[in-house]
């Protein structure tokens, strides 16, 4: 294997353990794929591997069909997920996927999460949207390429580059990136922007979201052709990386 599947490699390993470092996950309840497109191939956390076991030497490398190309062990039982947003979403290079706390109160909800303040608004185009419940052939079916699907669906009408991450009705949470730290550092917003939401939907039930004009400035600051507000200004809040 060539440099750049194992510079690919060391950074899915290193952003895997970046999840417990942020309290995203408990045992191993979640993982951080990515993907190379030129060569076809996706690196992904091995199916139940502790986080401070994995090595560049343990970590899966497949192929976007799921067959296991490089690694002793078999891959994440999510990595279908994983391909089927590869394949749907061209701009998106890494993915995580998570069991957060505060965002799977929303999943378990079944309740897209409204955009309450600002916070949420520098990172996620409108609200953060939650798919429709499986039905009964999808959850006894390929449940692992239905759940892709659902999520697929639940972005027909949106952009996964302004919306940055998902909630998986009765499950969990995914967000992605341009590469593994964009893909983390939106599962750590993701996480606040839930943890706040809810603390706002408590103290005034009923609230509603902001207004469109202040939604819009403060994605438009930051995103856009006439963006102002760099991503960095509010650091990326991971562990150094190169
Ligand atoms: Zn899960």
């Keep these: 294997m060539d440099m750049e599947i194992q510079e690919l490699k060391a950074a899915v390993v ?30 992904i956390k091995p199916v139940g ?14 192929d976007l069909e799921g067959n296991i190309l490089e690694g002793p062990f078999n891959p994440s039982v999510d990595l279908p997920i994983h391909a089927v947003l590869f394949k749907a979403f061209p701009k998106i290079q890494a993915i995580v996927h998570t069991h957060s706390t505060y965002a799977t109160m929303w999943a378990q909800a079944g309740r897209d999460i409204p955009c309450y303040g600002t916070t949420h608004a520098d990172y996620f185009y409108k609200c953060i949207p939650c798919t429709r419940q499986m039905c009964d052939e999808e959850i006894n079916g390929d449940f692992e390429i239905e759940t892709g699907n659902v999520i697929v669906e639940r972005f027909k009408e949106l952009d996964p580059m302004a919306v940055p991450g998902v909630l998986v009705a009765s499950h969990g949470v995914f967000t992605w990136g341009t590469d593994v730290w964009d893909a983390v550092h939106k599962s750590v917003v993701l996480e606040e922007i839930a943890k706040m939401a809810l603390g706002t939907t408590l103290l005034n039930p009923q609230i509603q979201e902001v207004p469109a004009s202040l939604m819009e400035k403060h994605y438009a600051r930051k995103h856009g052709p006439n963006a102002y507000f760099d991503h960095d200004d509010h650091g990326r809040g991971m562990v150094e990386h190169q």
């Design 49 to 62: 591997m502790p986080y401070d076991e994995l090595t560049v030497e343990n970590v899966s490398v497949t």
């Design 14 to 43: 290193d952003a895997n353990k970046e999840l417990p470092k942020q309290n995203l996950v408990k045992y191993s309840w979640g993982n951080v794929g990515a993907i190379d497109r030129e060569k076809g191939l996706i690196v």
